[in-house]
Each structure stands twice: as C-alpha cells, then as structure tokens.
C-alpha cells in the first residue's frame, strides 16, 4: 500500500501532519510526496514519515515542465499535478498493488480497511461528495452539478490494465486543462473526473461516510459517535479520514452541541500535534513558479494568455526569463481577442465563501429537519 500527495513549500507541515496519521494507522503504508517548487524544502528532506520526496519537475512528465507550470496558478498546478504523482508512483514502485492519493489537509484516523474488498472487483475507486441518497434535495442537487460529483482530494487505484489507460487519459488531460473556468465556477478538469465511471470500465463510487469528512459534507456526515475503545463512527460506519480547514470549526457548529463537541475532541487532537510539526518547519510561503527570473510577479492575464496558446509557442523555451509586458505586447499578434482573466489564487475558495446570511440559515435548517427525520425512523 502506497500513499502519495502533492504539495507546494507552504504545506510541509500539513503533509508531514498526513503522514504521521498514515504511518501511525497503516505503518505498513509508504509515504511519497511530489513537491511543486524549484528546490526542495529542508523539512520535507529530512522528514522520517515520507519514504519518498520528489520534485515535480523531475518526473519529466511532460518534454518542458517549465512552459508546464508557468501556465497554471498555484491551485491549478496542484490539481494537474495529482496525475504527474499517481503516474511517477505507478512506474517507479512497481511492486505496489495499490496507490492511494491523499490532499495533504487529510488527517487519517482510522485504518482504510474497506478499500481491500473494493478492489476485489473494481481498480478506481473515488468518493463521492455527497453520498446520501436521502439528504439530496433538489436544492442540493444545483450545489452537487456546481461543484462536481466526485472529490478529487481522494482516489485509489489497483494495478490494472483500465488504470494504465485512465493515467493516460488523465496525464494527457493536465498538461493544459487544469484550469479555473470563472464560467461555470470550478476547474475545467472537474467534469472529465466526474464522467470517468462512463469513461472506464470498473471505476467504483465508494459510498461510506467515514471517508473525507469536511466542513462541505458534515451536514449530511454530522451523526459521530464515540465507542468505549475511543474509535469514532459516523451512523454505522467507522470515521477513517478528516479533512482539516479553517471552515471546520465554523461547520460543526451547525450540528448539535454533542456531536459537535466530539468533532471537536479530534480538531483539539490535531492541533495539538500540528502547534509541534509547525515550530519545526520553516518554509517558504512564496511559490517557486509565482514570478520571473526577474522577480516581477506572474500576472493570472498572462498565465491565461500563455495556456491558450500552450502548443503554439514552440519558440519559448522557458516563459520564466520573459515579462508580463511581452504577451502584453505579443496580444496583438494573437488569433483570438484578449481576455482578461481577474483570478486570484484563492479564488474559488473566496467564491464558497460568498454565502449569505439566509443560505446559512437554510442549511441549518435543512439539518435539523434531517436529524428529525433520522431520528424518527431509527424510533
């Protein structure tokens, strides 16, 4: 069993955090982080939870990696990225059975035991965001097409003929279509994910709620509870992983003061341990491919105008040693108009959090009446 996850310097200490949890759950389990920057942080280096740090440049995915990232903004790298590090794991530890891929925010809490018996049948295996039948309304239904079906900070995948061909397809797919579409408020490469069970044969949609539980799903993952050996459950079923944000904290306070509370316990647990991992980890918060050479910070304008012309510009071996004032100057040379492209690295999380006050109130609402209807039925 092999986990991967991709990181830029900033998140050392969340992925450190990660794979603490894994070596701890599953010691067995190897650790490989694929790092998004020129040089490698000290801590990665010398972190004993990772069996392997690699530099996502070296994979030579791609025949210029450097016009690669120079395309992407940070959040959109990291998405392309997850196929450069699931396929470099895949040809690299070929005497792994199975690949697990991991955002760095995920804290495991349990070992993944009901991942063996799927791949009995199937060789990809993602989760989907919302997964209980009874919670989808017709409201939530708009919110599933906008954010997309499947959740793409976890995904496994079993040595087989149908995963070879979804890593082709996926490697192909994130050289240029990672990015941002302000359009339909999401990354582009989101709706080829979610139409890969039509894609491939045995991708399997894992239905269990203790897998990636986040601020985004609680409100249908709320009913935790704590046994006597001082494991948790959500319903019936085991937690495994969390996903940790600032957002949690603000989530769990919808649910009730019980539950919540015992959120709580694990969100206590993890901060504790991460207050340690951060004072020893020292990291830059500024981005390798977020400027030139010269300095001048890459505008998200010209990122967009270089991706649109990404296998025309054979001539620019390395966009890096240019200015933004070049494809400024180049706009009028170009077949298609120009396009402004006001996106901020942080965009989509800034479009989440742009709920009102009466959406909020909404899905509390919404919440209590499905505690009630559950609590009927289990009556």
Known sequence: MIFGSVIHAEQTAKAIMMAKSIKKHMPNGKVIIGVMEETMPNAAVGCPYFDEVVLMKD????????????????????????????????????NEITIHYLDAD??????????ADGFNQHPITL?????????????WLTEVRKNGIYDSSFMSFKRHSVTESFLKCWLKLSENN???????????????LDQSHTLFDGVFSLRNAGYQVSHSNLMERWDISKTASHTYSIGNKPLRSIRISNNFELAI????????????????????????????TAASS??????????????????????????????VENPFLLSNGYFHSEASNMDVADQSIPYSEDEPDRIKRRNSTVKKRRARRKLRKFIRKKRRRSN
């Open 59 to 94: 994979t030579d995915a791609y025949s210029n990696m450097k016009k690669f990232f120079f395309q992407y903004t940070l959040q959109e790298a990291q998405r392309a990225c997850k196929a450069l590090l699931v396929n470099y794991i895949y040809k690299k530890y070929t």
């Open 106 to 115: 995920t804290w495991v809490v349990s070992p993944f035991e009901e991942l």
């Open 127 to 139: 989760i989907g965001k919302v997964i209980d039948p009874e919670f989808l309304d017709l409201d």
């Open 178 to 192: 990672c990015y941002y579409d302000q359009a339909i408020h999401n990354f582009i490469d989101q709706g080829w």
């Open 253 to 280: 306070s919808w649910i009730e003061h019980e539950k919540g509370q015992l959120y709580g316990e694990l969100i206590e647990e993890y901060r504790n341990e991460w207050i340690e991992v951060e004072r020893n």
């Open 286 to 315: 500024t981005w390798s491919y977020s400027h030139f050479t010269s300095g001048e910070v890459i505008a998200d304008q010209t990122r967009g105008k270089f991706r649109m012309h990404y296998y025309d510009n054979s001539e």
